[in-house]
């Protein structure tokens, strides 16, 4: 009978349609079927998938596969599936989970995969990361073949515009083809793919293919494809039928660019790991609890205040504006309007608005391991702490902008073609879109280590744009005669290598330039196999990391002002001194 059946479909136009349609709901629409199986959390519910995905897709058209065939091996035959990504190697596991995913409290972490452990599912500690079925599980980078089978398919224009976008193409990581690329040595550091012969010409040491990728592997990780903005699985909620683990959005929520709960990957970490002045805050930040911005609060979304295609049409789908542009008018325009008229209108908002700021105080990049396989590119990024003020410096229009300086190095560099002193990354004749204010300081390549030799110092200064808050100070600004400012960083060290360990620095920015003085540490005790020059190079360096240049504040011609109106608000905002 089936075979008689299976030849009327192929006669009948339409009923090829219905197979496909349903094939894989014979399987996966029946609870009692997928139970006896040992794969009952696979079990779908038909009507909870349309509504919770909104779209009229079938199960094929978006996870692909056969679903004509009627063994479950041919029917999966070609399937996109979730990556599960192993801490070791970063290789992705092809074994079949038995369990679906898990679901959490955590912002950071809600989404998990578990395995049975005495019968009750606990999260997998072998699992280093989770991405979609549109990513490549060799490379963990964006699939587009699958993107355009999948989404692509009745999402054409969307497709195309997003993939020739920034984050489609990974236009401003990649552009760092090495250490020594026209943008400078960066804290992410290089785009491994395709440049490891050019690395290894400047590279004292070896570096394997297979480290290569796996540095490659960890970029990848961030970037981003259709579903990581657009899905947004959950719980299940009896009271809302939308929720649940096939849930969609058409405009991606705050969360997706921060990883959505699958850690601290997208913009959480640029954002609150290395400007440490993040929008989200709290559990996302490092150290942990740092206050979010007060728009988090207000329940300002991220593309409320960055324009995408939801305000601009003609930007091109997966596209959006870094630059912030006017968008504090939008809110605050008396505040924006009196700023312009008053004695601070060379300072950005953000100048006067951001404190506290955590996340890396240093960075080295130096010989050790990542997901067990030996490199001589290991991040050692965990120095957490906190600068109580940013440093002001001026952007390439003048402007006064905050930034956090912190020290940074990679060791076993042959040569360094850079000039000591300030660098922009982008500079300002570029369009917007291709633009940013971030800054770099050039140190030099040192010596005088007992190995790893040379290392290339630098100190990372990006702009800091979020945690918007309360406005510091008059006198955290206006404390020194000269116009120099001076923060005392505390951090905590706490990566492989070496067992945990507290530390401290100054910065300090005045008129013969900027500084990072008197790093030092309590006792360290290294892990076998690390070497001391590879995660604090500064123990022999010193105070090496400083560039010439003015980097003072313009100092008060009349200091019995400050004395007069620091404690006041209410009075600088009358003399013009403050916005209203």
């Given at each position: 009978?089936?075979r008689?059946?299976?030849?009327?479909v192929?006669?009948?136009?339409t009923?090829?349609?219905?197979?496909?349609?349903?094939?894989?709901?014979?399987?996966?629409?029946?609870?009692?079927?997928?139970?006896?199986a040992?794969?009952?959390?696979?079990?779908?519910?038909?009507?909870?998938?349309?509504?919770?995905?909104?779209?009229?897709a079938?199960?094929?058209?978006?996870?692909l596969?056969?679903?004509?065939?009627?063994?479950?091996?041919?029917?999966?035959?070609?399937?996109?599936?979730?990556?599960?990504v192993?801490?070791?190697?970063?290789?992705?596991?092809?074994?079949?989970?038995?369990?679906?995913?898990?679901?959490?409290?955590?912002?950071?972490?809600?989404i998990?995969?578990?395995?049975?452990?005495?019968?009750?599912?606990?999260?997998?500690?072998?699992?280093?990361?989770?991405?979609?079925?549109?990513?490549?599980?060799?490379?963990?980078?964006?699939?587009?073949?699958?993107?355009?089978?999948?989404?692509?398919?009745?999402?054409?224009?969307?497709?195309?515009?997003?993939?020739?976008?920034?984050?489609?193409?990974?236009?401003k990581?990649?552009?760092?083809?090495?250490?020594?690329?026209?943008?400078?040595?960066?804290?992410?550091?290089?785009?491994?793919?395709?440049?490891l012969?050019?690395?290894?010409?400047?590279?004292?040491?070896p570096?394997?293919?297979?480290?290569?990728?796996?540095?490659?592997?960890?970029?990848?990780?961030?970037?981003?494809?259709?579903?990581?903005?657009?899905?947004?699985p959950?719980?299940?909620?009896?009271?809302?039928?939308?929720?649940?683990?096939?849930?969609?959005?058409k405009?991606?929520?705050?969360?997706?660019?921060?990883?959505n709960?699958?850690?601290?990957?997208?913009?959480?970490?640029?954002e609150?790991r290395?400007?440490?002045?993040g929008?989200?805050?709290?559990?996302?930040?490092?150290?942990?609890g740092?206050?979010p911005?007060?728009?988090?609060?207000?329940?300002?979304g991220?593309?409320?205040c960055?324009?995408?295609?939801r305000?601009?049409?003609?930007?091109?789908?997966?596209?959006?504006?870094?630059?912030?542009?006017d968008?504090?008018?939008?809110?605050?325009?008396?505040?924006?309007?009196?700023?312009?008229?008053?004695?601070?209108?060379?300072?950005a908002?953000?100048?006067?608005?951001?404190?506290?700021?955590?996340?890396?105080?240093?960075?080295?990049?130096?010989?050790?391991?990542?997901?067990?396989?030996?490199?001589?590119?290991?991040?050692?990024?965990a120095?957490?702490?906190?600068?109580?003020?940013?440093?002001?410096?001026?952007?390439?229009?003048?402007?006064w902008?905050p930034?956090?300086p912190f020290?940074?190095?990679?060791?076993?560099?042959?040569?360094?073609?850079?000039?000591?002193?300030?660098?922009?990354?982008?500079?300002?004749d570029?369009?917007?879109?291709?633009?940013?204010?971030?800054a770099?300081?050039?140190?030099?390549?040192f010596?005088?280590?007992?190995?790893?030799?040379?290392?290339?110092?630098?100190?990372q200064?990006?702009?800091?744009s979020?945690?918007?808050?309360?406005?510091?100070?008059?006198?955290?600004?206006?404390?020194?005669?000269?116009?120099?400012?001076?923060?005392?960083?505390?951090w905590e060290?706490?990566?492989?290598?070496a067992?945990?360990?507290?530390?401290?620095?100054?910065?300090?920015?005045?008129?013969?330039?900027?500084?990072i003085?008197g790093?030092r540490?309590?006792?360290?005790?290294?892990?076998?196999?690390?070497?001391?020059?590879?995660?604090?190079?500064?123990?022999y360096l010193?105070?090496?990391?400083?560039?010439?240049?003015?980097?003072?504040?313009?100092?008060?011609?009349d200091?019995?002002?400050?004395?007069?109106?620091?404690?006041?608000?209410?009075?600088?905002?009358?003399?013009k001194?403050?916005?209203?």
């Amino acid at each position: 009978m089936r075979r008689i059946f299976l030849i009327a479909v192929l006669v009948v136009g339409t009923a090829v349609n219905t197979l496909a349609q349903d094939g894989c709901i014979d399987c996966h629409g029946n609870r009692q079927r997928m139970e006896a199986a040992g794969y009952g959390g696979f079990y779908v519910n038909p009507q909870e998938v349309k509504e919770q995905t909104r779209m009229p897709a079938t199960c094929a058209e978006c996870h692909l596969g056969n679903a004509a065939a009627l063994e479950p091996g041919a029917a999966h035959q070609g399937m996109a599936r979730l990556l599960v990504v192993a801490n070791r190697g970063l290789t992705t596991i092809t074994s079949a989970r038995r369990l679906p995913l898990q679901y959490d409290t955590n912002a950071v972490n809600r989404i998990g995969i578990a395995k049975l452990k005495d019968g009750k599912p606990v999260r997998d500690p072998g699992v280093a990361a989770i991405s979609w079925h549109d990513k490549n599980r060799e490379t963990l980078t964006q699939d587009f073949s699958v993107m355009q089978k999948s989404c692509g398919n009745c999402h054409e224009r969307e497709f195309r515009e997003f993939s020739r976008s920034t984050m489609g193409t990974n236009g401003k990581q990649s552009q760092y083809r090495g250490w020594l690329s026209e943008r400078g040595p960066h804290n992410c550091g290089p785009w491994f793919a395709g440049n490891l012969e050019t690395m290894r010409a400047t590279t004292a040491v070896p570096i394997s293919e297979q480290s290569s990728r796996i540095n490659q592997k960890t970029c990848n990780a961030c970037h981003v494809g259709c579903l990581d903005c657009h899905f947004n699985p959950q719980p299940r909620d009896p009271k809302d039928p939308a929720r649940g683990p096939h849930s969609f959005v058409k405009t991606p929520p705050s969360e997706s660019c921060y990883g959505n709960g699958r850690g601290t990957i997208c913009h959480a970490g640029p954002e609150d790991r290395r400007r440490g002045a993040g929008y989200f805050g709290g559990s996302f930040s490092f150290p942990e609890g740092n206050e979010p911005d007060v728009h988090l609060q207000a329940k300002v979304g991220c593309l409320d205040c960055h324009e995408s295609t939801r305000s601009a049409p003609n930007l091109g789908h997966g596209m959006v504006k870094r630059q912030a542009g006017d968008s504090c008018g939008r809110c605050h325009p008396e505040a924006v309007t009196s700023h312009a008229a008053s004695r601070h209108r060379n300072l950005a908002c953000e100048a006067c608005h951001i404190q506290r700021v955590a996340g890396y105080q240093a960075t080295y990049w130096g010989p050790g391991k990542v997901a067990g396989t030996p490199t001589p590119y290991f991040k050692f990024k965990a120095y957490y702490g906190y600068l109580p003020e940013p440093i002001l410096i001026r952007d390439q229009a003048g402007r006064w902008i905050p930034v956090k300086p912190f020290p940074m190095a990679v060791m076993n560099q042959k040569t360094a073609p850079f000039k000591p002193g300030l660098h922009w990354r982008y500079p300002l004749d570029l369009p917007e879109l291709k633009r940013t204010d971030d800054a770099w300081g050039y140190v030099g390549l040192f010596g005088g280590l007992p190995e790893n030799n040379k290392a290339l110092l630098w100190i990372q200064m990006d702009k800091l744009s979020h945690k918007i808050g309360k406005s510091r100070s008059c006198v955290s600004c206006h404390d020194t005669p000269d116009g120099a400012q001076i923060q005392q960083v505390t951090w905590e060290f706490g990566d492989p290598g070496a067992l945990p360990f507290t530390g401290s620095h100054q910065v300090v920015a005045d008129r013969t330039g900027l500084a990072i003085v008197g790093i030092r540490s309590e006792k360290i005790d290294l892990e076998t196999s690390y070497t001391l020059s590879a995660l604090a190079p500064w123990v022999y360096l010193k105070d090496a990391w400083k560039i010439a240049g003015n980097f003072a504040l313009p100092p008060l011609p009349d200091r019995s002002v400050l004395q007069k109106f620091g404690a006041d608000p209410e009075g600088a905002r009358r003399e013009k001194l403050l916005h209203r």
